[in-house]
């Protein structure tokens, strides 16, 4: 019987998920949770039945402000900016709305009605407003427990943004967590911190959103390649780099190769990305930032990948960076 090769068997434990490069308004992808009943299970397995003779708390006004980003997929957005925040039944309040780099700052989510709101506090939301566009940056992942916030309590997050990664040429971490969050990768401008989830005496799919905005007072993220690129050689119009990240599946394993190529095709529909999310993609970081600093219009990185196919992408991408249009390519190695 032939034993699956390491790429294989790590292609199965990675086809569950990967990261998330939303683009232009766009919001995370919708949690796997499909429970439509009455009855909501909280992360320990136990079911919670549904609170009786209650009715969802009124929201007084238009909830909304430009200042916050709609959020795909909810019933309701209540904004900090646009509220009396002793007049919501829930809000989310800011410790400060003026950021600094390193100093952690608190957003405290309140319950100040009668009844259990049903959330989960892993999934928190970052995005960034940008030429009056939002993009969401953060988390790319989160574990999908039930977390209820019952009536008069409050949870609190506490935010920290870390400097000087990206610049350094680390590659940005995951951010995961239920209270203390650091978050690298960030530069200067406008952004939003939010959460959502419904009241118990109502269904899961009339989620409310709960957002504050803020001004992060930083330096402007530049776009620098990763620490991984070990070095680099023209081939014709080629730049080719090779990384160090991962490792061969053998000793006749070929390394994988990302392609990316500058177009000039104003037709060809592409997804519009910023810095913040471009560093959060290795391959795609080092990739840009190659063809920046090189003015190569195709540049051609190779590395070991640990999926099938290479990078978890199978089809061809075609993305908006700071005016260029970049597609995407991957292929296997021999």
Known sequence: MVQPSRRRVLSALY??????????TAGPEESNDTNETDTTT?????????????????????????????????????????????????????????????????????????????TNF????????VDGDWYYIVPQFWPEPLTPLEAGEEHTWTVTVATGRVGDGDSIEPVEGTES?????????????????????????ENV???????????????TPTEAITETEWNGETLVARSTRGEPDG????????????????????????VEQVVRNDQLRDAIALSQ????????????????????????????FQGDRYRVTTREGD
């Open 15 to 24: 086809a569950g998920g990967s990261a998330l490069l939303a683009g232009c």
């Open 181 to 205: 969050l650091t978050v690298a990768g960030l530069g200067s401008g406008h952004y939003a911190f939010g959460t959502d989830g419904w009241f118990a005496a109502d269904s899961h799919g």
């Open 42 to 118: 909280t992360g320990d397995g136990q079911t919670t039945p549904p609170e009786p003779n209650q009715s969802v708390p009124d929201f007084p006004g238009d909830t909304t402000s430009n200042a916050c980003p709609l959020f795909d997929g909810t019933e309701q957005v209540v904004c900090y900016e646009a509220v009396d925040p002793k007049e919501m039944p829930i809000v989310l309040v800011p410790e400060t709305q003026s950021v600094q780099p390193n100093q952690p700052t608190e957003f405290t989510l309140r319950n100040q009605s009668g009844q259990r709101f049903e």
């Open 293 to 320: 600093k090189y003015d190569a219009d195709r540049v051609l990185l190779e590395e070991f990948s640990r999926s099938s196919p290479p990078f978890r992408r199978q089809t061809a991408r075609t993305y908006e």
């Open 251 to 274: 000793e006749a394993d070929q390394p994988d190769a990302f392609v990316l190529e500058r177009i000039d095709d104003p037709e060809t529909d592409a997804k519009r990305i910023i």
């Open 209 to 223: 959103a709960l957002a504050v905005g803020f001004e992060l007072n930083a330096d402007p993220l530049q776009l």
């Open 122 to 129: 892993y999934h928190w939301q970052l995005y960034k407003r």
